[in-house]
């Protein structure tokens, strides 16, 4: 049985882990409000340039622009977004076991797989049992996302592409749903989702003129789409970070102050015990004597 001396202690313990997982809960949550509001600001431009895409991809038919069909490699890359910080819940957890999964699909398919993680925690979590498919790790900044890193990760992914090291490129993250909720999400980048539900064959679009061509515009486009659909994984994997710590914290905190009170009620009823101990003790010697 632990001594007054220990429980004190303890209760102190948990209570400095309690003010820390507090602390850290309002962070989070002061931070969420301006990650949700961009991650859903983000959403109608990224959707408007996947229509634009497959609207004009599909006025292309025919074309050989690579980036638009993929090329006949068996080989394909996971660009995987995760944390570069722990605490969040089953937030890397979800998106490890998923790419783990994937991999082990894949590789039941006969498709060899290579991986550029983005993000320090799956990467971590992978690399003893897939360091040897990494293409490469790149710290994740999730705190602050911005566009130039998805250019240049964007460049990365082209270069490799040209350099037939794949055929297949999609993007894995934490697409937000709600403060409880975030959803793994697959997105093809290589090559490009054409939505055909959007494309009408009486739709307005049907008549334009394209100047310059179709495939001029595309080449421009694709790379330029291709940054977009990254840095809004990124975005959206930043304000799932969040809110899985926002709640991950909060259930923290709460599950501490139900140890606080239970190690309380127990250095209470022990404290008592050794007070009646020692009443009973002074007793007996008094009636001894």
Do not use: W
């Amino acid at each position: 049985m632990p001594s007054l001396k220990d429980l004190k202690n303890r209760i102190g313990s948990v209570k400095s882990t309690q003010k820390i997982t507090s602390a850290m809960k309002m962070v989070a949550a002061a931070k969420l409000r301006k990650a949700q509001e961009q991650a859903l600001a983000s959403r109608p431009y990224t959707s408007l340039m996947d229509s634009v895409v497959s609207k004009i991809s599909s006025k292309a038919i025919g074309s050989s622009i690579d980036l638009l069909s993929g090329k006949e490699i068996k080989t394909h890359l996971l660009v995987v977004f995760s944390a570069d910080r722990g605490l969040c819940g089953g937030f890397n957890g979800s998106i490890t076991r998923t790419v783990r999964s994937e991999i082990k699909k894949l590789k039941d398919d006969g498709i060899n797989v290579k991986l550029l993680m983005v993000g320090k925690k799956s990467a971590d979590a992978l690399n003893r049992e897939f360091g040897d498919l990494f293409v490469e790790k790149i710290d994740g900044n999730s705190a602050k996302p911005n566009y130039t890193d998805a250019e240049v990760l964007a460049k990365k992914i082209i270069d490799l592409f040209e350099n037939n090291e794949f055929g297949v490129c999609r993007v894995i993250f934490n697409k937000f749903v709600s403060a409880i909720t975030q959803e793994v999400t697959f997105k093809s980048l290589i090559p490009v989702e054409v939505k055909n539900d959007e494309i009408d064959d009486n739709d307005s679009s049907s008549i334009y003129e394209f100047e310059p061509s179709e495939e001029e515009i595309l080449n421009d486009l694709l790379p330029r789409n291709l940054a977009t659909q990254l840095y809004s994984s990124q975005i959206e994997s930043t304000a799932s970070e969040l809110a899985a710590r926002m709640t991950a914290m909060d259930n923290a905190t709460r599950n501490a102050g139900e140890m606080i009170d239970n190690l309380t009620l127990q250095y209470n009823r022990t404290r008592q015990a050794v007070i009646t101990k020692e009443l009973i003790e002074i007793i007996s010697g008094a009636e001894a004597l």
